[in-house]
Nanobody, 120 residues
């Protein structure tokens, strides 16, 4: 099994910054990609950013230029640096990993979520 443990959420004022971290552990052959999704109250879960094992990144339009995703492949860890935060960024942020468990088997995993609240 694979576990994803997130950290770094909290309360921040508009215009502030937060850095989320997510570490994957367990039976991991290789991580294909990791990323972050978020879900605000009453809304569907949406993609924030993803990064492949090769370093290719993808961002939602709403966060481009403000958020930066990065990873440490040796530590199976992904980070999300969030700058210029807005109240509309308030949500539960979920870590995601596409994990290769063996040469022929892959599976998706999710973290438990971490709350980010942007408010004055």
């Amino acid at each position: 099994q694979v576990q994803l443990v997130e950290s770094g959420g909290g309360l921040v004022q508009p215009g502030g910054s937060l850095r989320l971290s997510c570490a994957a552990s367990g039976t991991i052959f290789r991580i294909n990609a990791m990323g972050w999704y978020r879900q605000a109250p009453g809304k569907q879960r949406e993609l924030v950013a993803t990064i492949s094992s090769g370093g290719s990144t993808n961002y939602a339009d709403a966060v481009k230029g403000r958020f930066t995703i990065s990873s440490d492949n040796a530590r199976n860890t992904v980070y999300l640096q969030m700058n210029s935060l807005k109240p509309e960024d308030t949500a539960v942020y979920y870590c995601y990993a596409d994990v290769k468990l063996s040469l022929i088997r892959s599976s998706d995993y999710w973290g438990q979520g971490t709350q980010v609240t942007v408010s004055s």
